[in-house]
């Protein structure tokens, strides 16, 4: 089964580095806007893997973290926490509410995909023969 991951983050062009970065495996990846968008994706769809920006204008990380951690469906998701270095005094908190990995901003694709294998197995989207043969 292929993994399915969320990227919550307010910033298109974040969304779109973690878009680009996944796009050669065999993925599913939805996006959402705020952790309140979070959620309800997670409703349709409860996803392998999220991918968490801590500071966003409506409902930011720490406390969608938070309330995942008390939804007993939710509660062992893994979480690569999207961070800045401006985000220090909340490291304890999130470190507290276990996520599995963070990544400070702004982030390479590579480093991206780095955390992400370390939590999860990706594979590469397999290539169809052409119709030539060649």
């Given at each position: 089964?292929?993994?399915h991951?969320?990227?919550?983050?307010?910033?298109?062009?974040?969304?779109?580095?973690?878009?680009?970065a996944?796009?050669?495996?065999?993925?599913?990846?939805?996006?959402?806007?705020?952790?309140?968008?979070?959620?309800?994706?997670?409703?349709?769809?409860?996803?392998?893997?999220?991918?968490?920006?801590?500071?966003?204008?409506?409902?930011?990380?720490?406390?969608?973290?938070?309330?995942?951690?008390?939804?007993?469906?939710?509660?062992?998701?893994?979480?690569?926490?999207?961070?800045s270095?401006?985000?220090?005094?909340?490291?304890?908190?999130?470190t507290?509410?276990?996520?599995?990995?963070?990544?400070?901003?702004?982030?390479?694709?590579?480093?991206?995909?780095?955390a992400?294998?370390?939590?999860?197995?990706?594979?590469?989207?397999?290539?169809?023969?052409?119709?030539?043969?060649?």
């Amino acid at each position: 089964m292929r993994p399915h991951i969320l990227v919550i983050d307010d910033s298109k062009a974040v969304r779109l580095i973690a878009l680009k970065a996944l796009a050669p495996f065999d993925c599913d990846v939805a996006e959402a806007t705020n952790g309140f968008t979070g959620l309800f994706a997670m409703e349709r769809v409860l996803p392998d893997l999220i991918l968490l920006d801590i500071a966003m204008s409506t409902m930011n990380g720490d406390t969608m973290l938070e309330m995942m951690r008390s939804n007993d469906q939710l509660k062992k998701l893994p979480v690569i926490m999207m961070v800045s270095r401006h985000d220090h005094k909340v490291l304890p908190k999130i470190t507290a509410l276990g996520v599995s990995s963070m990544i400070e901003k702004p982030f390479s694709e590579t480093a991206l995909l780095e955390a992400v294998r370390e939590v999860i197995k990706l594979k590469p989207v397999a290539r169809k023969p052409s119709k030539s043969g060649q």
